[in-house]
């Protein structure tokens, strides 16, 4: 068994525990669940925005700890303001050591899209993440056929949330491609081994349909790699580890974006 397949094991427990737990009609009863969300494409493509998506990301199975000091509402705050497009937030605790209610921190602290990261398997978290205050979901090609695809995003639309779907290769890229997408994410992780190269950007870019947003994810760490991705078409930036990983992660990303004029 690869970590991927660890993961989705545990997730589908803790998502049946979840249901038990807290029901549907309470995830409907939240706040945030009739909140008319932000445009991920607006924030994305807006001039006076970087096109980056900053992640919020205490632990990860590959790197372990990278920081468990820092706050999350502090730190999303700090990366609105240093120009991010979005932010990204882990909600998975077993291996990323976060929290649901991260969310709905970060979206009280900022006012740009809040992607809810963690690994979809289920209609219910879909819900959940509008009841959060999500603006965007994440849905991963490598866990889900394309009949899965397709159902958790025509959910999504009809709540209003916006949809990343992660790809790593072309074979999951063709097999995934759906009219209630917004923007296609290159993972240049593999998830299954962690191995990482950004060429896996620059492979798949010609791939991914001209109506489609271009995100390319993972192991980013200096300007030079992003004006080279947007030559490539890319129009995003998902950015954690370089961040998080210095004490102040909301500085590290207003310096670092200094390198990007
Ligand atoms: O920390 P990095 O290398 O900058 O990567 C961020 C983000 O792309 C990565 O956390 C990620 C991409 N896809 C995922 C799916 C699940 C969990 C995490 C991820």
Do not use: W
């Not at 129009?235 to 990303?253: S, Y």
């Amino acid at each position: 068994m690869n970590i991927l397949d660890k993961i989705v094991a545990h997730k589908k427990i803790e998502v049946e525990r979840d249901k038990v737990r807290t029901t549907y009609s309470q995830l409907e009863e939240s706040e945030y669940f009739h909140r008319e969300t932000y445009s991920f494409k607006d924030f994305l493509l807006a001039p006076e925005r970087t096109g980056i998506i900053a992640e919020f990301k205490r632990k990860s199975p590959s790197k372990g700890i990278i920081n468990d000091d820092a706050l999350v509402k502090d730190v999303t705050k700090d990366y609105a303001a240093a120009g991010a497009s979005a932010c990204s937030v882990l909600t998975d605790y077993g291996f990323f050591m976060g929290r649901k209610m991260d969310v709905t921190r970060a979206r009280r602290a900022v006012n740009i899209p809040v992607l809810r990261k963690d690994f979809m398997i289920d209609e219910y978290q879909v819900i959940e993440a509008k009841s959060l205050g999500a603006d965007i979901i994440l849905l991963i090609a490598a866990i889900l056929t394309p009949s899965e695809i397709k159902n958790l995003a025509a959910l999504a639309k009809s709540l209003e949330l916006n949809v990343l779907l992660e790809v790593h290769n072309l074979e999951e890229l063709e097999r995934s491609i759906d009219p209630n997408l917004d923007a296609i994410g290159v993972n240049n992780r593999n998830l299954a081994d962690f191995t990482v190269t950004v060429e896996n950007s620059f492979k798949l870019a010609a791939h991914i349909p001209s109506e489609f947003l271009k995100i390319s994810e993972s192991a980013i760490s200096d300007t030079e790699t992003i004006k080279q991705l947007k030559q490539a078409g890319f129009n995003g930036f998902l950015i954690g580890e370089n961040f998080m990983k210095q004490r102040d992660p909301g500085a590290a990303m207003k310096e670092f974006v200094k390198g990007l004029k």
